[in-house]
């Protein structure tokens, strides 16, 4: 098993640019994960999907979309890149209690 | 304020040595969960806990709901457990808060 992966491991946009931070699992785990980690700050929840179809906000939505289309997918889309989106964004899939985290995501917006 | 307090920020240990790092939340929760980040940045989860004691290993967690306080305990620390200890809070409608982190180098 691959566990949670992330593509792409870095990224640099310019201001008003979208991308689309991909995320995908293999353990079947209908609870997903997307957060974003400042320096010197706590992980903060930007979404969260408890399955398919099925998405809700965290506590830092604003500026990001998520769809769930399967069970395995979760991508975070960024519309409108701006300056205070540069951060490391990490996935994450949880079975019961544990989560399991993708390897991070190192985005900058210039 | 934040949500999630941890204490210390940055603690430095001799191997060998008993480690404590204190979580305090302040919002009513389901669950509380302590994780590890590498110096790499991988985060590995340790303990999901809704009351009294789990021990895994070398390390034991504990919470006190009325105090909303929890300690992660390292015993016989060793090089190997230098990493950042994360302290998060999980409320009923599964929002996560997370503390900044304690960063915790033990030397050989």
């Known amino acids: 098993n691959a566990g949670v992966t992330q593509t792409p491991k870095f990224r640099i946009l310019k201001i008003g640019q979208s991308m689309t931070l991909q995320c995908t699992q293999d353990?079947?785990?209908?609870?997903m994960y997307w957060y974003r980690q400042d320096p010197g700050m706590g992980l903060k929840l930007i979404y969260y999907s408890v399955g398919a179809g099925i998405t809700d906000k965290g506590e830092v939505p604003n500026g990001y979309n998520v769809s769930r289309s399967t069970t395995e997918d979760f991508p975070l889309r960024l519309e409108l890149a701006a300056p205070s989106q540069t951060s490391v964004y990490f996935c994450a899939s949880s079975r019961e209690w544990e989560q399991f985290f993708g390897p991070g995501t190192r985005l900058t917006v210039l | 304020k934040n949500e999630v307090e941890q204490s210390p920020q940055n603690l430095t240990a001799q191997e060998g040595e008993f480690i404590t790092i204190n979580c305090s939340y302040s919002v009513g929760i389901s669950a509380l969960h302590w994780l590890q980040q590498h110096p790499g940045g991988g985060i590995v989860s340790l303990f999901m806990?809704?009351?009294g004691k789990k021990k895994h290993g070398r390390l034991i967690a504990t919470i006190n709901i009325q105090e909303k306080h929890s300690s992660l305990h390292i015993t016989a620390s060793h090089p190997r457990d230098s990493a950042v200890y994360i302290c998060?809070?999980?409320?009923?409608?599964?929002?996560?808060?997370f503390g900044t982190g304690t960063s915790l180098t033990v030397i050989p």
């Open positions: 998060a809070v999980e409320n009923t409608g599964n929002q996560f808060y």
């Open positions: 806990l809704s009351s």
């Open positions: 353990m079947n785990h209908n609870y």
